[in-house]
């Protein structure tokens, strides 16, 4: 059964810093793997979508790497901002449905 | 571009009432469509999904159903809320016949059942 863990749960950070969450999961026979951001109150926005058969994405100051065989993949966040302040949430599909993990709560404090 | 409509954002249903919750696409045809359920402090819970119009799939045994009357228009209703119905309801889509499989969310529908 696969498993997704987010850790740390929660982290805060000071503005300016860079910093990376973590994604593990169990089973290494994955489509893809996503990585979403949700503000409070708020619906999920794509961040990146990382294909197995790719090692990293990049959009703006985040980076998502995926490694299959060790059921990892991290989210770099450089040069963090208070607007970055959110909880972020991985997700791998290992077929129509996808498994997330519980997310990390991020806190940039200016 | 495609974009996702999903209302209310907000409501608030005395028991045994009725719930109709509605989510529209745009700019996409034929999308895969989903209902999911986010309660205080939990993770994601995928409700329900269909591939075409008419073809809904349940993932959990609940106190809710869905159907899809149009190719880009999915509702979430109840004949009899429960309390244990509140949450945060969530629709997504993402492309049919995609190996990116990459999903989309709307806004979402906050529930609260007195």
């Known amino acids: 059964k696969q498993e997704v863990t987010q850790i740390p749960a929660a982290l805060s950070v000071p503005e300016g810093e860079n910093l990376v969450l973590n994604c593990s999961f169990t089973d290494s026979a994955i489509y893809n793997l996503q990585w979403f951001r949700q503000d409070p109150g708020k619906g999920l926005t794509s961040l990146l979508l990382?294909?197995?058969s790719q090692r990293e994405q990049t959009s703006g100051r985040l980076n998502a790497s995926l490694d299959k065989s060790s059921g990892r993949s991290t989210l770099y966040i450089a040069a963090s901002q208070p607007g970055d302040s959110a909880t972020y949430l991985c997700a791998v599909r290992p077929g129509y449905q996808l498994i997330w993990g519980a997310g990390t709560k991020l806190i940039i404090k200016p | 571009s495609q974009t996702i409509h999903q209302w209310p954002a907000t409501l608030v249903q005395p028991v045994g009432s009725p719930l109709s919750l509605e989510c529209t696409v745009e700019g996409t045809s034929n999308p895969n469509l989903y209902w999911y359920r986010q309660a205080a402090g939990r993770g994601l819970q995928l409700l329900f999904y269909s591939v075409g119009i008419g073809q809904i799939s349940s993932e959990v045994p609940q106190n809710l159903s869905a159907s899809r009357p149009q190719d880009r228009q999915f509702i979430l209703s109840s004949k009899k809320l429960l309390l244990s119905d509140s949450g945060f309801y969530l629709c997504?889509?993402?492309?049919?016949?995609?190996?990116?499989?990459?999903?989309?969310f709307g806004e979402g529908s906050r529930l609260t059942v007195l």
């Open positions: 997504a889509w993402s492309v049919l016949d995609s190996s990116t499989g990459e999903l989309f």
């Open positions: 990382i294909q197995s």
